[in-house]
């Protein structure tokens, strides 16, 4: 059963109705997720992750934690929100994130969660748990490309900030 959205020429988003935005918001994400899945889908820099990770994560009103698994030509085998937590806090397991990862075949992760507060600066937390991940995932010969995090305005990446 697909969705079908049809929109006029000249209709303005402002315009449409929030169930008519849901369907669009809906039917893109299911493009998205047809395109990526392939085996040609990949990502290929911080934006299309960033923005990938926003459509996924921006509308939960609770802290979650998700990984993108990818094999070693950074094609992406499965996306999967593994922790779910609380307004500001979410509970992360490495020994949780690199079993997912073994049964994907995976060999590099971009991991992301969300800030509802709408602050998208890491937190030592945030900071912490990706040094302490990335150093759990080398031993297992997997890489950690990025960590996400997902909040008002643009998403931001800590591997550009340098924090990996």
């Given at each position: 059963m697909?969705?079908?959205?049809?929109?006029?020429?000249g209709?303005?988003p402002?315009?449409?109705?929030c169930?008519?935005?849901?369907?669009?918001?809906e039917?893109?994400?299911?493009?998205?997720?047809?395109r990526?899945?392939?085996?040609e889908?990949?990502?290929?820099?911080?934006?299309?992750?960033?923005?990938?990770?926003?459509?996924?994560?921006?509308?939960?009103?609770?802290e979650?934690?998700?990984?993108?698994?990818?094999d070693?030509k950074?094609q992406i085998?499965?996306?999967e929100?593994?922790?779910?937590?609380?307004?500001?806090?979410?509970?992360?397991?490495?020994?949780?994130?690199i079993k997912?990862?073994?049964?994907h075949?995976?060999?590099?992760?971009?991991?992301?969660?969300?800030?509802p507060?709408?602050c998208a600066?890491?937190?030592?937390?945030?900071?912490?748990?990706?040094?302490?991940?990335?150093?759990?995932?080398e031993?297992?010969e997997?890489?950690?490309?990025?960590?996400?995090?997902?909040?008002?305005?643009?998403p931001?990446?800590?591997?550009?900030?340098?924090m990996?």
């Open positions: 697909g969705i079908s959205i049809t929109v006029a020429d209709v303005a402002e315009a449409m109705s169930a008519e935005e849901d369907r669009v918001i039917r893109a994400m299911q493009i998205l997720d047809r990526l899945f392939t085996r889908g990949s990502l290929l820099n911080p934006l299309q992750v960033g923005s990938y990770l926003k459509m996924k994560l921006a509308a939960v009103d609770h979650v934690f998700a990984v993108v698994f990818l070693n950074h085998l499965k996306f929100v593994l922790f779910h937590g609380c307004i500001n806090d979410v509970r992360v397991h490495p020994r949780q994130i997912r990862a073994l049964a075949n995976a060999s590099a992760l971009i991991v992301a969660h969300n800030h507060s709408g600066l890491p937190s030592e937390d945030d900071r912490r748990l990706t040094r302490h991940l990335k150093n759990a995932l031993l297992m997997m890489r950690l490309l990025d960590h996400i995090i997902v909040a008002a305005g643009s931001l990446s800590m591997a550009e900030r340098g990996l």
